[in-house]
């Protein structure tokens, strides 16, 4: 069983070692791998856009029972690495990112990414699909390429709800507002940690916004939620990138590599946030983290990401003026977790709750013991 793309697709990028076979991403067990193995051979695509666990030390991890798509159905799941071939007799690193030559002028490097996020999005049907929708570059491009229902959650009088609602203005869409309380979160923080399998406060602050946003798409009647997840990193979005190499966040001494740099961070990103929204009900779409996107993105150059610190994701923006609003198209966002107060919000519950910022990491305590008081 294969999700994410048809069998046959991912036989081809076997026998032809392309990471980037036109896919969405994907994960699975192939009862034949050809060119791998004569046998099964479980499989995750280069960045790990669909999860897959095997249990810890099978004996046989591509026996039945011994993987899965959902870690909770598995005893003791480890995530099957990105890019990765498993098969009875080892794990083998199959598919890297590809090294694209930079496209050099900038109108063809504009028109590449345009015209591949052009083709991504067209491919994604809106029946039953709703938007998460902060009002950033990134979401306001997906509201704009298709005619879906728009969405946005945080606190009362948080930053993003005013974005989304100001975006939506300028686009002449309605933005269904979700604002959520003390009580959603206490709620949601249990399902999302057994969801995920962490606990840490950083990935459930970010998790949250995504959980309540599906969640609420869900009951709607929607079964998938598009999302502008990847641009950040595929385009340059992070601060980061834009001073490398100066930041010590950032082992690379150029843009272009901080570039992939944080790229390799995506597939831990992915597997929390597509089990997140799996769990609120919903299946996520990610018409940005499509292979054509990432293969533009991949030929551009420094100064096609950042010029600088004010002036990121320069190549993405470009492209998206063709459907946006020039203001639009040049908004900045706030990370998730702050922009819509979740952060802050479960700091003040971990407080309220005895556990003071003086305490190590007091903010997973306080999740650990959500978690604990939910199934205990």
Not at 263 to 288: K, N
Request: glycine content about 8%; hydrophobic content about 40%.
């Amino acid at each position: 069983m294969i999700h994410g793309t048809a069998k046959r697709v991912v036989r081809r990028a076997i026998r032809t070692g392309d990471p980037l076979p036109g896919t969405r991403g994907f994960a699975g067990r192939l009862d034949d791998a050809g060119e791998v193995t004569d046998g099964p051979a479980l499989v995750r695509d280069v960045l790990g856009r669909v999860p897959l666990f095997v249990e810890r030390d099978a004996a046989d991890p591509t026996a039945d029972g011994a993987w899965a798509f959902d870690r909770s159905s598995l005893t003791d799941p480890v995530s099957l690495p990105a890019g990765h071939c498993q098969t009875v007799a080892g794990d083998e690193h199959y598919w890297a990112l590809p090294d694209v030559a930079p496209t050099g002028d900038d109108t063809d490097a504009v028109a590449a990414a345009r015209g591949a996020i052009e083709a991504a999005t067209a491919d994604v049907s809106s029946d039953d699909t709703a938007v998460a929708f902060s009002g950033g570059v990134d979401s306001a491009l997906l509201a704009a390429r298709l005619d879906a229902p728009l969405y946005v959650t945080g606190f009362e009088g948080s930053h993003d709800i005013e974005a989304a609602r100001s975006a939506a203005a300028a686009l002449d869409r309605t933005v269904t507002v979700v604002e959520f309380t003390h009580a959603d979160l206490e709620r949601a923080v249990p399902e999302i940690s057994r969801a995920t399998g962490r606990t840490n406060a950083m990935d459930v602050q970010i998790a949250l916004p995504l959980f309540l946003t599906a969640e609420r798409a869900a009951a709607d009647g929607f079964d998938r939620l598009l999302v502008g997840q990847g641009a950040d990193e595929l385009f340059g979005g992070y601060a980061k990138v834009a001073s490398a190499p100066d930041d010590h966040r950032i082992e690379a001494d150029t843009v272009r590599a901080a570039q992939r740099e944080v790229i390799a961070t995506l597939p831990d990103q992915l597997e929390r946030d597509v089990l997140t929204l799996q769990a609120a009900g919903v299946e996520p779409v990610a018409p940005l983290l499509d292979d054509r996107v990432i293969r533009a993105a991949l030929g551009l150059t420094g100064d096609q990401l950042v010029r600088g610190e004010d002036h990121r994701k320069w190549a993405l923006r470009q492209a998206a003026s063709e459907w946006l609003p020039d203001d639009i198209a040049a908004r900045d966002k706030k990370a998730v977790q702050y922009g819509t107060y979740a952060a802050r919000e479960l700091d003040r519950l971990a407080r309220q709750n005895g556990f003071k910022r003086r305490m190590d990491d007091h903010v997973t305590k306080y999740v650990e013991s959500l978690l604990s008081s939910r199934t205990g």
